[in-house]
């Protein structure tokens, strides 16, 4: 079990709050600053964002974004923050036109589980959907700094991204292990 003993906000961030957490484990073991970032808008369970697998005939929609962070262009499934008071699944046709111009009929989106993007740093829990028979509802268009492409392939084509590296952002590799080992 691990006690809380004293909580630091470090950085407020108009999305996240930076903390560093004095905690102390049952057997005695401490760490003074543990390093916690948590979203603002989250759940009890802290739920916090959505990733959706867009799929049109049998191939799957993914984005080719810069990430500034690790200084790499990669591809990655769309995704996004829940906002305040919105459903999870509202949240997901949200990103999914928003960052890809698809649409969705809610018949046709399947939850398929949750994910933990860094449960050693991140108070953030995202879910996990399927979005299958999805349509255009507008063309593509770069609204997101770092975003520069979205293309469909096949699922040869992304195990040979996988293998590649060139998808290598967590949740997008276990979205992609749903669909492929659970989704029905």
């Known amino acids: 079990m691990i006690t809380l003993k004293k909580r630091t906000l470090v950085f407020d961030h108009k999305l996240f709050d930076v903390f560093t957490d004095h905690i102390e484990s049952s ?4 760490i003074p600053d543990f390093l916690v970032v948590a979203p603002k808008n989250r759940s009890e369970k802290f739920l916090t964002g959505v990733n959706i697998l867009p799929v049109v005939d049998g191939k799957i929609g993914l984005l080719k974004i810069y990430r500034h962070p690790t200084q790499s262009l990669v591809w990655e499934t769309p ?8 459903k999870e699944e509202n949240a997901a046709l949200r990103e999914l036109e928003e960052e890809t111009g698809l649409g969705c009929d809610y018949k046709h989106l399947k939850h398929i589980g949750y994910a933990t993007p ?3 740093i991140l108070a953030a829990r995202i879910t996990l959907f399927v979005a299958s028979k999805c349509f255009s509802k507008r063309k593509f268009e770069v609204n997101e700094i770092g975003h520069s492409d979205f293309k469909f392939f096949t699922i040869s084509e992304i195990d040979q991204l996988i293998q590649d590296g060139q998808i290598e952002e967590s949740i997008s590799l276990v979205l992609y292990y749903y669909y492929r080992n659970f989704f029905k």
């Open 27 to 30: 057997d005695g073991q401490t």
């Open 118 to 120: 860094d449960s050693g």
């Open 79 to 86: 995704r996004g923050f829940v906002e305040k008071g919105e």
